[in-house]
């Protein structure tokens, strides 16, 4: 009963009328404005500013017109070897002599270029369509370098001509030298086959690896030359290393694509 009075006398009691209600403390007032302004400003960076990305891909350096497998037209034992790694032959130079039932027959060269590996030494046995040699394509040993990187074919069509490219080299080491300069020159149309690769790098191993997840599209990178570096070629620190890298020297490139505002992703 005693508390019921009180409430009661509390209630009836006209003095607290005019105490003003309170109805957020300054602290919530605050967060609330500082809240405003965050959505504010992002409402307008969503609409005014922009968000680059890069997609990184594995390569190889090459040269434009790549390498091919030359392969024994003939099953004997070779007697001959007449090219070694590094050479230049021209286009149906002899480049093995093998003794077959019927004499002794050449391997020639299918096409001019330098011979980069021979897998065939005096002595071996080697069968029909055995591969014996690998041979750029190239017209002279000072003939430029391209990098090839294969690209999922799902993300290549975000891949621009022209866009920049950032090529992390194998054999050069990022600390001291950075990495290789390069721009995207073409874009393949349709994905590669592992023998389609095989055929144009002339390395099956290389061919198995850039399709282990899928048949990839190809990604020409452009290199770019500078006359200030002992290479050739533009690097991002150090002027680069005292020599250019050699053809079929793994690399991962990183490919700037375009900026994008964030407030494409959310439209259709």
Avoid: N
Avoid at 130 to 154: F, I, N, Q
Avoid at 163 to 182: F, N
């Amino acid at each position: 009963m005693e508390f019921r009075q009180k409430a009661l006398a509390k209630l009836q009691s006209p003095e607290e009328l005019d105490v003003p209600v309170r109805f957020a403390r300054p602290q919530g007032l605050l967060v609330l404005v500082v809240t405003l302004v965050v959505m504010a400003a992002g409402s307008v960076w969503a609409v005014t500013g922009t968000v680059s990305s890069k997609l990184t891909a594995a390569g190889v350096l090459t040269h434009t017109q790549g390498s091919y497998l030359l392969q024994s037209p003939v099953a004997g034992q070779v007697t001959a070897v007449h090219a070694k790694a590094g050479q230049l032959v021209e286009k149906d130079a002899p480049v093995l002599s093998v003794r077959t039932d019927r004499g002794v027959r050449a391997v020639r060269a299918v096409a001019r270029g330098r011979v980069t590996s021979l897998a065939a030494e005096v002595g071996a046995v080697v069968t029909t369509g055995a591969d014996v040699a690998t041979v750029e394509r190239v017209k002279s040993s000072g003939d430029p370098l391209v990098a090839m990187l294969y690209v999922p074919a799902d993300r290549a069509a975000t891949v621009p001509v022209g866009a920049k490219v950032d090529l992390t080299v194998g054999s050069v080491p990022t600390d001291r030298y950075g990495m290789l300069r390069g721009t995207v020159r073409a874009v393949g149309r349709t994905p590669q086959t592992r023998q389609q690769i095989s055929g144009f790098l002339g390395d099956k191993d290389l061919a198995q690896q850039f399709t282990r997840e899928g048949r990839p599209l190809a990604v020409q990178i452009r290199l770019k030359r500078s006359s200030a570096t002992k290479s050739g070629y533009a690097w991002s620190r150090g002027g680069g290393p005292p020599a250019a890298p050699d053809s079929t020297t793994p690399v991962s490139g990183a490919v700037h694509l375009a900026s994008q505002r964030p407030v494409d992703w959310l439209l259709p």
